[in-house]
């Protein structure tokens, strides 16, 4: 059927009191083409459809995103600021009264303001998330600098995109996610996929992936379980949490003992290859296998194929990044691709499946500690003062870089930081190490938390402010491409809830700078002014209007101009955005995990996501589908494993590390190392993983391992001996 015709004969179906809104998914870096339904009788979200029109995913979701409309009219949604008068009760749901928007923002302007006329400008701080779109991150920034004039702001980012962005700054001297669009991967000749669990976390790129083995091409697979990739693939490289950077190595050794390295690319666009081949030479297959726990074959066989497909794309994921080394393990993966000049060039490349919604533009325009719009550095006096012209204040009023967002919970702890405006994240379940950051949130002489729904941090402030879904406003946000998208308003905001942007514009006139944000009256506004502080950045968004985002169904950055298209791939023309025009190949040793297996911890823990919910589970635990598909968090154990420990299928256990304890369900699985154990992190209150995480850092991106730990179980006292 012409697909003009399959159109008209779907919109034929609909109801006539129905309008369609066309935006993407609230959730993942996807960002799947949807259209809300709309009630036009009552104006009010009634359902969804996938977009078929929409290249990337074709008229493909996940269970998500077919129930992420629920969240609109959820009865959970917060209506009206709330105020808590009794500090002892914090951290509870308890004591919260309903209160109007003036007194919730008198409240704050007060607190804040003599906060820091006590213990100085710096006494405040601002935690951020990226499930919001570029206008709202980049108000945020300012906010953060301009209203509150406090150099300690960062974001949700730190644990999720850091690392990928640390590692491409390092080997590319850029850092957009993808060097190449979505629509070239199930065109390519091999997929070399480390720590994704692709199908559950992306799985709208699952139709691509599989796509390349049924053309013939090969799938690759580095992870520690047997996840749906890793069960399909042509060789499922199962390796020890926490040891990636020896297999990259090991595998960037054979590519060139094996004569598949490309001279003249490394000749000409790289630096650093010499210092890197000599660095390699001791990782051969046996000792990458005595480290990694993979046999030298699949090493061996995995370098093969990489090497002699005509194309091929690197993909990674947080397996790799959420480590103490994450850095180092993303440009290790990415010395593949620059020794066999597999990238620059379409269907060939190197990407990371971005976390959230906007994972990408969310850490391009001012919310990390360092950062400032464009991409631009909060350390460079030229990017200071280019922002400054924008914003209307001079380089002396520009705080000074803060700290990344785990540190900024160590300063809590230390009273260096007394107050907090949190947005859009949930550390009180996401952050590692929680019994810390709990105790850190409770420190606290005043916070405030913006969210649509009382979240397990909101139970920590003392103001929580209703902000609106992403139904509810319109802005752009920036997928795991790299392309910037719109996201359209389908519906008023229920009840007195509002968006981030203008509760932000409100607050800054009660902090006495009014004269900075009270031009920004739309969303558009915002978008214009953002669109400008970052014009002249290397993430430079000025010429991506949204006109021309809805003519060409999105623009890739960089687009500089109103002429301009934008950039869907990168380095087509060699040049690496370095200052020498060169990439790095980097010559990496191998460091173990922060904390190794013992005799009293002598598991390896890992930890990440199922398919039903998100993140930490603060919006989809509320929607009954997912609820019911997933209930509950559980930890995996091989068969062998939880026979040496007597355990028994759905029995209860106490798993532990050095930092903390929680019981969970057994759930006896082959697809996991024997060695090792899994548990999602979705869940809160005493169910959180992340009482048990540890919190060592990675020396450039500051980004917490995650991905492993050392841990033990134990049967749970009064089950009989077997
Ligand atoms: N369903 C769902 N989808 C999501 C999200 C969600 O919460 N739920 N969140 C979104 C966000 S913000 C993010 S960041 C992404 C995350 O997407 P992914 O990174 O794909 O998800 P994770 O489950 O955190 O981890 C991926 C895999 O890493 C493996 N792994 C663990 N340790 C190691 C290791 O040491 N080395 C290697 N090579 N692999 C390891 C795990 O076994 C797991 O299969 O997903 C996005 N999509
Ligand atoms: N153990 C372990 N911990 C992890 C990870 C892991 O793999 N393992 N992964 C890490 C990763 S990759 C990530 S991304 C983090 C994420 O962790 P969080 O930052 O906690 O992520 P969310 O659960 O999305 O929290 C967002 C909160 O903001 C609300 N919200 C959504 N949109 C908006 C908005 O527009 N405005 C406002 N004001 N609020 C909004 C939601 O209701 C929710 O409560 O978790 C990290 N923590
Ligand atoms: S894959 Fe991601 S963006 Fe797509 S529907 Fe699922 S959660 Fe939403
Ligand atoms: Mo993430």
Redesign the pocket.
């Known amino acids: 059927m012409q697909k003009d015709k399959f159109f008209k004969e779907v919109e034929n179906l609909h109801h006539p009191n129905e309008k369609l809104i066309k935006t993407h998914c ?1 959730y993942c870096g996807m960002q799947c083409g949807m259209n809300l339904r709309v009630n036009t009788v009552t104006n009010k979200i009634i359902g969804v459809e996938p977009r078929y029109d929409w290249p990337v995913t074709v008229g493909k979701m996940c269970p998500k995103g077919v129930t992420a409309y629920q969240q609109t009219n959820h009865k959970d949604r917060l209506l009206k600021p709330l105020i808590r008068d009794d500090a002892s009760q914090k951290g509870t749901k308890d004591g919260f009264r309903e209160a109007s928007w003036e007194e919730a923002y008198d409240l704050i302007a007060a607190k804040f303001k003599d906060m820091q006329s006590r213990y100085g400008k710096d006494a405040l701080s601002v935690f951020s ?4 779109t570029n206008e ?1 991150c980049y108000l945020t920034g300012k906010f953060a600098r301009v209203a509150m004039g406090t150099r300690y702001i960062d974001y ?2 730190r ?3 850091s690392s990928a962005a640390g590692g491409f700054l390092r080997s590319f001297g850029v850092d957009r996610g993808s060097t190449i669009p979505w629509t070239d991967i199930h065109e390519t000749d091999c997929l070399f996929i480390a720590g994704s669990n692709t199908a559950e976390c992306h799985p709208t790129s699952m139709f691509r992936v599989w796509s390349v083995q049924e053309r013939g091409g090969y799938l690759i697979v580095a992870d520690p379980r047997e996840t749906p990739i890793a069960r399909r693939a042509d060789v499922h490289l199962d390796l020890k949490p926490g040891t990636d950077l020896a297999l990259a190595n090991g595998i960037a050794s054979l590519l060139i003992q094996n004569g598949h390295m490309d001279e003249e690319f490394v000749q000409n666009h790289t630096t650093g290859f010499e210092e890197t081949k000599e660095l390699l030479k001791t990782f051969t297959p046996e000792y990458t296998s005595e480290i990694t726990g993979v046999s030298p074959e699949k090493i061996i066989r995995a370098a093969e194929i990489y090497g002699k497909a005509p194309n091929a794309i690197v993909m990674f994921a ?1 397996g790799i990044e ?1 480590q103490h080394k994450g850095v180092d393990n993303v440009s290790a993966y990415t010395n593949m691709a620059l020794i066999t000049g597999k990238i620059g060039r379409p269907k060939s490349g190197v990407a990371t499946f971005t ?2 919604g906007n ?1 990408q533009g969310g850490r391009e325009h001012g919310q990390k500690a360092d950062l400032l719009p464009g991409y631009r550095k909060i350390t460079n006096p030229k990017h200071v003062e280019e922002v400054c012209e924008v914003w209307g204040i001079t380089p002396e009023e520009m705080p000074k870089p803060g700290v990344s967002a785990y540190e900024m919970f160590e300063l809590m702890e230390q009273k260096e930081i007394r107050g907090l405006y949190l ?5 009180a ?4 190490n929680l019994n810390f950051v709990r105790k850190a949130l409770k420190n606290l002489d005043f916070m405030v938390c ?4 009382l ?1 397990e ?1 909101a139970e920590f402030a003392d103001v929580v ?1 209703p ?4 139904s509810e406003d319109e802005g752009t946000v920036t997928n795991l491409e790299g392309r910037i998208i719109k996201i359209n308003k389908a519906q008023e905001p229920v009840g007195e809830s509002k ?2 942007w203008q509760m932000q514009v409100e607050l800054a006139e009660r902090l006495g700078k009014g004269k900075y944000f009270s031009h920004l009256k739309t969303a558009r506004d915002v978008a214009d002014e953002f669109r400008l502080a970052s014009k002249g950045g290397y993430a430079d968004y000025y010429g991506a209007t949204w006109d021309k985002i809805d003519e060409q169904d999105g623009v890739f950055w960089p687009c500089r101009s109103k002429g301009d298209k934008g950039t869907p791939h990168l380095f087509l023309d060699k040049k690496f955005y370095h200052p020498d025009g060169k990439a790095k190949i980097c010559a990496l040793p191998y460091r173990p995990p922060a904390e190794e297996p013992s005799e009293e911890y002598p598991l390896r823990l890992t ?3 199922v398919v039903y919910h ?6 989809t635990r509320r929607i009954q589908f997912l609820h019911d598909m997933c209930p509950e968090p559980y930890v995996e154990v091989h068969p062998e494993t939880a026979g040496k420990y007597r355990i028994q299928h759905e029995e209860r256990v106490l798993l532990y590390t050095r930092r903390g304890k929680a019981e969970y369900k057994v759930k006896i699985t082959e697809a996991i190392r024997k060695d090792t154990v899994f548990v999602p ?1 979705h869940f809160g209150d005493q169910d959180s ?2 009482l048990l ?1 540890i919190a060592a850092l990675d020396p450039i991106s500051r980004m917490p391992e ?2 492993v730990c050392a841990a033990q179980i134990e049967r749970l006292p009064g089950k009989e001996e077997r």
């Open positions: 609230s998330g990226v499930s919001m709202k949700n980012g644990f999720c995109m947080r959420q976390g959230q994972g947005l859009c994240s949930n550390p379940v996401s952050a590692p913006a969210d649509f729904y979240s941090s402010l902000s609106v879904t992403w968006p981030d930890t990440g996501r998100y993140l930490s589970g603060n919006q992190y993983i992340n995480t995650f991905k």
